[in-house]
């Protein structure tokens, strides 16, 4: 495959990929990413450095520099491209499903609670 197509691919796969790691470390609740940022919080106080927590305008430039810097190291690799792919896939397949018309919830607590006592 030409080097341009490849470097091409390797670019919108890393994009999407830093901004799926991005959001992990500012947005997700995944408990041991949620517990790092507290702690960061903590550590750093009401400092102007506190902000990177939950900046992905701060965080982004640093973890697209750590993917480049892979990406341009190891040559591509298939390595990089298993973690980009995955990164990238998974951010991609949770854009579709909270774009899903899903209209109500499947399991509806008060129904159950009302059926069970009426």
Known sequence: MPRDVVVAAAASVGVVAAARLT???????????????????ELTGD?????????PFCVAPYVVAADLAWAVGSDLDKKWWMVNGWLAASYAASWIVVRDDVPDRTINLKTIEEEATG
Not at 47 to 55: G, I, K, M, R
């Open 47 to 55: 400092s102007d450095w506190s902000v990177l927590a939950e900046c």
């Open 23 to 41: 959001r992990l470390v500012t947005k997700d609740h995944w408990p041991p990413m949620a517990k790092v940022r507290r702690k960061y919080v």
